[in-house]
């Protein structure tokens, strides 16, 4: 894979929610563009003010509502605006040093698609499915009707999935997200990205799993990465449930997983509850101190770094929540000033240490809400003191001396810390 992604910690942004583009009431993809893309730059300052360098742009492809649904992957969605509205962020982002990933959704089409609006019994066909007396039954994506599955033993979709990301590729982004990885086939990814490779070697694709043996699908898929929802799952409920030895386990899974390839870590997204809703503002700090010390390429849901809340809901529009739109400056901005503050000082911790990349982390001490990690290369060391509790605790810090974030100071290999503490060392 390439050496970039070591580096970089993404944005990761819904673009159709931040610009406040209608998501139910689309005019459909023919209509006129609304040019709403371009409120994104003024962002892209706040982007490299926090200490990242990426941007991972949720759905910008012409669809029929929120952007999983496309109709065109070759037309940026007219409610975000056209090619030129693209270009100049690109640029922008270029002139700042901030690579781009695209989310490719390449496991289902909308129903509005054009090749599955001119779907024929006796043509060749891009979907999977059956006919049934002269009409199409198409298979869909995990029971949503609008969803029709492409047909990935089709080396007619291999050949369209190839032109699409070197389409944009070509366009100047740095990589992809490849949605729900995961109902593909392992074989498809390993015929589509060596070919994309073979004309842009630089470029990174990272898979969204959820399940399954993430190993043997990096192995079998050639993936550079997954999403790693282990360890967003064991932060979240061992933090909201007291229950650390939960957390404990994900990271010990999460090391095993380093052998092979290095995941993508977060603690939100645009498909989850926000992380203060999941587990309260006054124990974010403890999530991120988790997320910016292990191993991983991090990323930030945009809007969890003001402590914005949000929770997830299975009904129509249920992602609105964590979907909102964004003011047009990041000034306008409202938060939580700990949370902000918490992001930049350990982002800086990461960004000093770019070796947390793939290191291996040591739980020294766990209890149901106490917990002791420390990671390390060498003798360079970072070493996290949680507590979730409402009772004082004190814990190990082995090589920890220099606090970094949060409230605490060693004395004689060990930190006092008062109920729902924290702290980040250095060696």
Not at 201 to 219: K, N, S, T, Y
Not at 269 to 298: C, E, K, M, Q, Y
Not at 359 to 381: F, K, M, P, Q, S
Request: net charge negative; proline share 6%.
């Amino acid at each position: 894979m390439p050496s970039w992604p070591e580096h970089v910690i993404w944005w990761h942004v819904y673009p159709l929610g931040f610009v406040g583009a209608p998501i139910r009431e689309n005019e459909g993809p023919d209509a006129a563009p609304a040019h709403r893309l371009d409120r994104l730059e003024p962002w892209l300052d706040h982007v490299i003010e926090l200490g990242l360098n990426g941007l991972l742009l949720g759905p910008v492809f012409a669809s029929e509502t929120h952007g999983y649904d496309t109709v065109d992957h070759f037309r940026i969605d007219p409610r975000l605006g056209d090619d030129g509205d693209f270009d100049r962020l690109v640029a922008a982002a270029r002139e700042r040093g901030i690579r781009i990933l695209l989310d490719g959704v390449f496991n289902h089409v909308g129903r509005g698609h054009a090749a599955f609006r001119d779907l024929t019994e006796n043509g060749p066909s891009l979907f999977r499915g059956r006919w049934v007396g002269g009409r199409f039954e198409a298979d869909v994506f995990e029971g949503h009707e609008a969803l029709v599955a492409l047909d990935h033993s089709s080396p007619a979709v291999v050949d369209l999935v190839v032109e699409v990301m070197c389409h944009w590729l070509e366009r100047g982004i740095d990589g992809w997200r490849l949605d729900a990885a995961y109902a593909v086939p392992s074989s498809f990814w390993a015929e589509v990205l060596p070919r994309v490779r073979e004309s842009f070697p630089e470029a990174w694709f990272l898979g969204e799993v959820i399940h399954g043996d993430a190993p043997a699908i990096v192995r079998e898929s050639t993936m550079d990465s997954l999403t790693q929802y282990e360890l967003w799952q064991g932060i979240w409920h061992g933090i909201a449930d007291r229950n650390l030895f939960e957390l404990r386990h994900a990271i010990e899974r999460h090391d095993e997983m380093l052998r092979t390839f290095v995941p993508q870590t977060f603690v939100g997204n645009h498909d989850v509850t926000r992380i203060a809703s999941a587990v309260g503002r006054d124990l974010v700090l403890h999530a991120l101190a988790v997320l910016f010390t292990v191993a991983g390429t991090p990323s930030v849901y945009a809007g969890d770094e003001f402590g914005w809340t949000g929770v997830k809901e299975e009904r129509v529009g249920g992602d609105d929540a964590v979907r909102p739109a964004f003011p047009s400056t990041p000034g306008q901005a409202r938060g939580d000033e700990r949370i902000l503050q918490a992001h930049r000082a350990l982002i800086a911790l990461r960004r000093r240490k770019p070796w947390l990349w793939r290191a291996h982390t040591d739980v020294i001490e766990v209890t149901n809400t106490a917990l002791a990690l420390r990671t390390a290369v060498g003798d360079d060391a970072v070493v996290v003191a949680l507590n979730v509790g409402d009772d004082p605790v004190s814990l190990p810090v082995a090589d920890g001396l220099t606090p970094v974030a949060g409230e605490g100071w060693p004395t004689d290999g060990r930190v006092e810390l008062g109920p729902r503490g924290w702290v980040v060392l250095e060696a």
